[in-house]
């Protein structure tokens, strides 16, 4: 019965196994009660080798293929690894459990040698079935090539979760029990040392309990592997999906509860710490949440930028509370080697979070407002001190000559080197000279935390604050941290405290901090157009040089946001907003002859190499970059393009039988039009645009195309119960019914991993179906997570998938998510539901997640310059000084795409307005880009950087002056890649729901626009 169990793979395989060891199974013992609670209901499972050997493939059969060959490598990897786990399992209980506890050699006491080990032998269990299983599988590996289901049957249980869970949230009492002994006890200090010595590969026993916790990670890249090398008519594909979404569930669960536990620890250890009552009582509090913890070293620095001292510290940040802490390390090295010695604290000072500012160099407003309180404290700390006043002082000189120049050109005589021609040449020269002290600026910030602490009164009782600063392991550390204080305090405002509840609230469940803030609300329209119904969203990415680095960290996503409305039959529009700032700013507004029903943002794309040289003369002309399609009622598609926010319209075209466009997406070489009788127009590429003359028509039913979703080489369309899936330029179709009733349409649908989520005209539930074999997976009613807050009949209105949440919107207003996996799995969802208690009045008639990624040169540690000290006054000239002469050059063109690896090219357009000439033959000092080599320069701990494009620039705030900015690049160069993401939901009004009351904010009827933030997320 076991092997048959192994063999079905199917989910209760597990429990299958089971009943096979409880019907006395020969290898098998069952337990005696030993009294102890943590053992009870166990069975010991001692696998006899002679009887049950350990995994081993067969050897290779002859004629397999490429990804067989590799599939069998990751299984014999599969066994490998399970092998060795097994074994450093059954070391830890033999070579340490067991003779901890014999009484002729008693070290320590049971009490104290249990809760080190607790829960190991569990875990030995699991995985000792686990290999069981493993062994019939893989002795018929060549007959069946299924491993999913395994996994499925083995890990999808409860008990797996319940043994981890209590092991990982043991796992730091376990390492404190180590240290604690090895202090008390030197036999079990030299014990450990022993056992270390004599093991062949020299590992501790902290290396050995933590690999409990490696192990569900190591599993999850053996099976992304495996993954990629099925293919997709394989038996094997859908069940290795749903082991990825099994397996990172269990992950991400265990995650979470070290996270806690660590967090718990350190909250614990700093408290007892702090020789203040009060703060270590407040740190002691359930209310407490550790946010981001870092060791960064703080640098204090003189009047001329040097170095005066710098030391280590420990910097906690807390959910209303900053804490820098000096760090003291203490503890025997011998007992180092063996296990972790946590960090005593000593608190240098505290501040509450809402006083604290983040300064960055030559941030004036701060200056305005606060450096009058630390003006004699800024000497010391501000450090480098001098950039921000010399870049005033070019500034001012680049007025004043610019102001000389057009007096020269008003003079009626001519006169020798008194020209505009010369005064053009002075002004240029000034123009680079800001640019590189804005390098220097931008380089002081990239790896320096600069924040305004509020210190004690001074005697006259005025507030004063003093700076500090601390020195950063990295510039992604600085933005990371820069961040997190941003959303901290968004945090604390009322919208979020709190702002999502649980509909399942057991009481226990605390709310993660990652938890999505609304950051800000403003209405779409102006009021004279309050009768505009919104249709729908999309963003725009666009990456805008003129961002400053610290902006990059707590502003919304570059780029704008297009946001479709429509009225009567013959007018619509198209509100677009900027959101190169904290709070999106509408910029401009575009008319339209009917309603518009929906947009399509639509990459240019990159052509093959061939393509690239045929068309290399042609580039600069011909492209038209990136586009954005917009679907009208009358039938009508227009083309605007993205290049810059004058919205050109490109092209416009109508569809065969003039039907409205309801929906619309595109591939690489097709745009789709879903219509609303039923048929879905194909349009195929041709010069960078759409050929109308190509139109195609795909009948899918006699009802509107509600909805199009793009699936690699095929769409997915829905016509009333049933979803067509339209294959690539043969346009042959596959039909299946998503819903049962006829009359009910699907109304939305949104993709992750191999999964769509779907959603209908009529109900409260959502269905997730296969992307490959189009099987019906799960069904979840979202009414009980949403009716609790406001009763009534609910209905789906739109859909999306962000960063593993499910965003439901509401015909009630009311936003629901739910959490799905990250990875290649299936979108299962398994977790618990939140509920936003910040709804809108009406129906939530969009939700749109705008995201872009940070400039990899802002990670950079590297700049132009040589050195930190050429970088602040090196002398310039020669190849140095024509490459700081193409960097001074504001970037006003789109990516070429034919570039290699289709980078950004660093072909620059033209923002300054005079062309260079040569200033050689000028009386007095020789006018370089380069300042003048100067020992109160930065010193040589500064760390290098790649240039910032203009950020001091700043362009007219008129919405008409549009800034023409660079589009995202498809590949960051850098190894790490930083994403910022928020959602965007639409509808009428605003309100805050409550356990008691509804209270609504505003105008009820006002199309509201809520933006909320998510965390800045790191991926490789």
């Known amino acids: 019965m076991l092997m048959k169990a192994a063999r079905n793979g199917t989910k209760d395989g597990l429990e299958k196994t089971k009943l096979a060891m409880m019907r006395k199974v020969s290898f098998l013992q069952k337990k005696e009660t030993t009294g102890n609670d943590d053992d009870a209901g166990y069975l010991d499972v001692m696998v006899s080798e002679v009887k049950h050997p350990p995994p081993q493939l067969s050897p290779m059969p002859k004629g397999l293929s490429t990804q067989q060959i590799i599939r069998r490598h990751i299984v014999g990897s599969i066994v490998q690894s399970e092998r060795s786990y097994v074994d450093s399992l059954k070391r830890i209980l033999v070579e340490y459990q067991k003779p901890l506890l014999e009484p002729e050699a008693r070290i320590l006491s049971d009490k104290k040698v249990r809760p080190i080990f607790y829960r190991l032998r569990e875990i030995l269990q699991c995985h000792s079935m686990f290999q069981i299983a493993l062994a019939s599988r893989v002795a018929e590996w060549d007959l069946s090539e299924k491993i999913g289901d395994l996994f499925v049957a083995s890990f999808s249980k409860s008990m797996v979760l319940d043994v981890y869970s209590d092991y990982v949230n043991n796992f730091t009492n376990a390492m404190a029990l180590i240290k604690k002994a090895c202090i008390s006890k030197p036999a079990f200090l030299e014990f450990l040392k022993k056992k270390q010595v004599s093991s062949p590969d020299r590992i501790t026993l902290y290396g050995l309990m933590v690999k409990p916790i490696q192990r569900f990670p190591q599993f999850i890249l053996l099976l992304q592997d495996m993954l990629k090398n099925t293919p997709r008519a394989h038996p094997d594909r859908l069940p290795l999906q749903l082991a990825l979404t099994e397996l990172e569930t269990l992950a991400e669960r265990l995650n979470e509860q070290k996270r806690v536990a660590d967090q718990v620890a350190e909250i614990q250890q700093l408290a007892r710490s702090i020789g203040d009552r009060q703060l270590s009582k407040l740190l002691n509090s359930d209310q407490r949440q550790l946010?981001?913890?870092?060791?960064?070293?703080?640098?204090?620095?003189?009047?001329?930028?040097?170095?005066?001292k710098s030391k280590e510290r420990k910097v906690f940040l807390l959910n209303d509370t900053l804490i820098c802490a000096n760090v003291n390390v203490k503890g025997p090295p011998d007992i180092s080697s063996l296990?972790?010695?946590?960090?005593?604290?000593?608190?240098?000072?505290?501040?509450?979070?809402?006083?604290?500012?983040?300064?960055?160099?030559?941030q004036e407003s701060f200056q305005k407002h606060t450096f009058s309180s630390i003006k004699k404290v800024c000497k010391v700390f501000l450090g480098p001190p001098r950039l921000y006043q010399e870049l005033e002082e070019l500034q001012h000189d680049l007025y004043v000559v610019e102001s000389i120049t057009l007096l020269v050109g008003t003079l009626q005589g001519t006169y020798q080197n008194l020209n505009t021609t010369v005064g053009q040449d002075w002004c240029l020269a000034l123009q680079r000279l800001i640019h590189i002290k804005d390098e220097q600026i931008q380089c002081a910030n990239k790896c320096r935390l600069?924040?305004?602490?509020?210190?004690?009164?001074?005697?006259?009782?005025?507030?004063?604050?003093?700076m500090v600063v601390f020195n950063t392991p990295s510039p992604l550390s600085k933005i990371s941290w820069v961040n997190r204080l941003h959303l901290a305090k968004i945090a604390k405002r009322e919208e979020n405290t709190p702002g999502w509840v649980f509909a399942e609230d057991d009481g226990k469940t605390r709310h993660p901090f990652w938890c999505p803030l609304l950051a800000c609300r403003l209405p779409i329209f102006s009021s004279k157009t309050q009768d505009q119904k919104l249709e729908t969203a999309l963003h725009n990415p666009v990456q805008c040089a003129l961002l400053a680095f610290s902006a990059a960290s707590t502003s919304l996503p570059q780029g704008y946001l297009w946001v479709a409305s429509g009225g009567d039959r013959n007018h619509g529009q198209v509100e677009i907003f900027s959101l190169n700032r904290s709070m999106p700013r509408m910029v401009k507004s575009i008319q339209m002859g009917a309603p518009v029903l929906c947009l399509d943002h639509v990459m240019e794309p990159c052509p093959t190499e061939e393509e690239g040289e045929a068309e290399a003369a042609v580039t600069s002309t011909a492209r038209t970059g990136n586009t954005i399609c917009v679907g009208l009622q009358d039938g009508n598609i227009h083309v605007y393009g993205t290049v810059d926010t004058s919205t050109q319209c490109l092209l416009t075209f109508s569809n065969p039988d003039s039907c409205p466009v309801l929906c619309l997406k595109h591939s690489a070489s097709f745009l789709f039009a879903g219509l609303g009788n039923g048929k879905v127009s194909v349009y195929a590429r041709k010069k960078g645009l759409w050929d109308p003359e190509s139109c195609r028509l795909v009948t899918v039913g006699s009802g509107p195309i509600r909805t199009l979703l793009t699936l690699e080489n095929a769409v997915w369309a829905s016509c009333a119960n049933h979803v067509t899936v339209i294959q690539g330029s043969s346009l042959h179709t596959q039909s299946f019914d998503a819903h049962p009733e006829p009359l009910v349409s699907v109304s939305h649908m949104v993709r992750a991993g191999g999964g769509v989520w779907m959603a209908f005209s009529e109900g409260s539930s959502i269905r997730l179906f296969h992307t490959e074999t189009l099987e019906h997976l799960q069904e979840i009613n979202i009414s009980t997570r949403s009716t609790f807050l406001s009763p009534g009949n609910v209905r789906v209105t739109s859909l999306l998938i962000c960063q593993g949440l499910l965003w439901v919107g509401t015909a009630q207003g009311i936003i629901v998510t739910l959490p799905v996996p990250k990875l290649e799995g299936i979108p299962k969802i398994t977790g618990k539901g939140m509920t936003s208690l910040n709804a809108h009045c009406g129906p939530v008639d969009f939700l749109v997640v705008t995201s872009s990624t940070l400039s990899p040169d802002m990670l950079k540690r590297d700049s132009v310059c040589e050195t930190a000290d050429q970088a602040n006054g090196g002398a310039g000239g020669g190849e140095g000084g024509e490459r700081r002469n193409e960097l001074s050059q504001e970037s006003l063109s789109q990516p070429d795409c034919s570039s290699p690896q289709g980078e950004p090219t660093k072909a620059k357009g033209m923002l300054l307005q005079y062309r260079l000439r040569s200033t050689t033959q000028l009386p007095g000092k020789l006018l370089t880009a380069e300042p003048d080599q100067s020992p109160c320069d930065a010193p040589p701990e500064t760390p290098e950087h790649s240039p910032e494009d203009g950020s001091i620039y700043e362009l007219s705030e008129d919405p008409e002056v549009w800034v023409r900015g660079q589009p995202p690049a498809r590949e960051g160069r850098g190894k790490d890649k930083v994403t910022s993401a928020a959602v965007f939901s639409g509808g009428r009004g605003f309100r805050r729901l409550g356990e008691e009351t509804i209270a609504a904010?505003?105008?009820?009827?006002?199309?509201?626009?809520?933006?909320?933030q998510l965390p800045l997320t790191v991926s490789p």
Not at 341 to 348: L, S
Not at 1001 to 1012: A, R, Y
């Open 291 to 308: 946010i981001l913890c870092e060791v960064l070293i703080e640098t204090v620095y003189g009047e001329k930028g040097q170095v005066l």
């Open 339 to 362: 296990v972790p010695i946590g960090p005593k604290y000593t608190v240098k000072w505290s501040a509450p979070l809402l006083q604290t500012q983040v300064v960055e160099v030559g």
């Open 450 to 466: 600069r924040l305004a602490v509020p210190g004690k009164p001074d005697k006259s009782g005025r507030p004063v604050s003093f």
């Open 1001 to 1012: 904010n505003g105008d009820p009827d006002e199309s509201t626009l809520m933006v909320w």
